[in-house]
């Protein structure tokens, strides 16, 4: 089955407790990001990657680092995370182009 | 810069009726794709339907039409004979095929469909 995966689906930790969320597709899609959902303010993208080794930033990368080392991983970090880091989040990935882009479930992360 | 605008405030829907979501957006690219996105109360994104900007036809997908106006830079979406488990926040979005390819959201719509 077609499928992106995230992991931990739910989490709450600590400030400053180092953590990363994991993603993965086995959909061999180029394209692959990680996305932020915050009320009022929408799904805002934080990085991206368009193959394996070329990431780059989105909207909203700060406090976050993410690498591509594979092409089917992109795992999101958080080195020193934040209350205000607390969010849904999604990653992503499609075919570079036109193609509509695939979800994971979320991730629910609570930083207190 | 893509911008998409949803002005909509929350609606109810009575089951087995149409609803239109509206969708306007704002870009200089010539290339892209319009998408509907669905999202129920448990989180996941679902894609609904897709329209390319060269597509002259409208997007259908069972339910689900996207009436797409090019000149006004609209991209509504239909929803014929609402269910309950159409409740859910919709969004529209834009992806340009030119620079970083984001996927760039508006804001979204809430829909209730009530029995």
């Known amino acids: 089955e077609a499928q992106v995966t995230q992991n931990p689906r739910y989490l709450i930790t600590v400030t400053g407790k180092k953590l990363t969320v994991t993603c993965s597709q086995n959909m061999n899609h180029e394209y692959m990001s990680w996305y932020r959902q915050d009320p009022g303010l929408g799904l805002r993208q934080i990085y991206y990657s368009m193959n394996v080794e070329a990431t780059d930033k989105g909207d909203v990368p700060e406090g976050y680092k993410v690498s591509r080392k594979e092409k089917r991983n992109f795992p999101l970090i958080l080195e020193s995370p934040s209350p205000n880091q607390t969010s849904l989040y999604f990653c992503?990935?499609?075919?570079?182009?036109?193609?509509?882009?695939?979800f994971g479930d979320g991730t629910r992360l609570s930083i207190l | 810069a893509q911008k998409i605008t949803q002005t909509q405030p929350g609606m109810f829907v009575q089951e087995k009726e149409a609803v239109t979501l509206d969708c306007t957006y704002d870009t200089s690219d010539q290339s892209y794709g319009l998408f509907w996105y669905k999202q129920p109360s448990s989180g996941e994104m679902i894609f609904l339907i897709y329209?390319?900007?060269?597509?002259?036809q409208n997007a259908t997908e069972g339910r689900y039409s996207l009436n797409f106006q090019k000149a006004r830079k609209s991209a509504n979406l239909v929803i014929s004979a609402s269910q309950l488990g159409d409740s859910a926040m919709y969004f529209c979005a834009m992806r340009a095929y030119y620079g970083n390819n984001r996927l760039a959201f508006g804001k979204g719509n809430q829909v209730v469909v009530i029995p």
């Open positions: 992503a990935s499609s075919y570079w182009g036109y193609q509509p882009q695939h």
């Open positions: 329209q390319g900007s060269y597509d002259e």
